[in-house]
C-alpha cells in the first residue's frame, strides 16, 4: 500500500518523541538526583517519588521505546502476531493502534507530570507533540493506511 503524505509527519513526531525521551529517560536513570537534565530534586516533593529514577526508567519505556516502535511498525508495516494481542482496532494495523497509544500515553504523561511536579518549559511541547500525533493518526489518510486489507 502506497504512505500517505500525512505519515511522514507523523513518522516524524514518533521520532522526536522517542528519541527525546530515550535521551531523557537514560538521563534520569544515569543520574536519578535530575542534575543530567537540570532538574531539581524538589520538583519531585509533590510526588510518589524519591527520586527520578522510576520515572526515568517510564520515560524509556513509554515515551520512548513504545513512539519509536509505532513509527517502525507504519513505516514497515510487519505482521507480527504478538502485537495484535495489543490492538483494541481488529481492523487496523497494530502499528496503527499503536500510534494512539503514543499520542494518548504523551498526554496522560505530562497532564499527570504537570499535577504532580513544577512547570517545565518542554511540557507544552509535548503536550503539542501527542495532540498532533493524536490528530495526524486519525486523519482519514493515515486511518486508510492503517486499514487491515
Known amino acids: 500500500m502506497k504512505r500517505p503524505l500525512l505519515l511522514y509527519p507523523l513518522l516524524f513526531l514518533h521520532l522526536f518523541l522517542g528519541l527525546n525521551a530515550l535521551g531523557g529517560g537514560a538521563l534520569l536513570i544515569?543520574?536519578?538526583?535530575?542534575?543530567?537534565?537540570?532538574?531539581?530534586?524538589?520538583w519531585l516533593d509533590h510526588s510518589p517519588f524519591d527520586s527520578y529514577l522510576i520515572p526515568g526508567f517510564l520515560l524509556f519505556i513509554f515515551m520512548g521505546?513504545?513512539?519509536?516502535?509505532?513509527?517502525?511498525?507504519?513505516?514497515?508495516?510487519?505482521?507480527?502476531?504478538?502485537?495484535?494481542?495489543?490492538n483494541l482496532y481488529a481492523d487496523r494495523h497494530?502499528?496503527?493502534?499503536?500510534?494512539?497509544?503514543?499520542?494518548?500515553?504523551?498526554?496522560?504523561?505530562?497532564?499527570?507530570?504537570?499535577?504532580?511536579?513544577?512547570?517545565?518549559?518542554l511540557q507544552p511541547v509535548m503536550i503539542f507533540t501527542g495532540l498532533l500525533i493524536l490528530i495526524l493518526t486519525v486523519s482519514p489518510p493515515v486511518m486508510r493506511y492503517g486499514k487491515l486489507s
Open 94 to 121: 497494530w502499528s496503527w493502534a499503536f500510534s494512539l497509544y503514543s499520542g494518548v500515553t504523551v498526554i496522560t504523561w505530562i497532564t499527570v507530570q504537570l499535577i504532580l511536579t513544577q512547570y517545565f518549559w
Open 65 to 86: 521505546l513504545l513512539p519509536l516502535f509505532a513509527a517502525t511498525g507504519l513505516m514497515l508495516r510487519p505482521e507480527w502476531k504478538w502485537p495484535m494481542r495489543l
Open 30 to 42: 544515569l543520574y536519578p538526583d535530575g542534575s543530567g537534565l537540570g532538574m531539581d530534586p524538589s
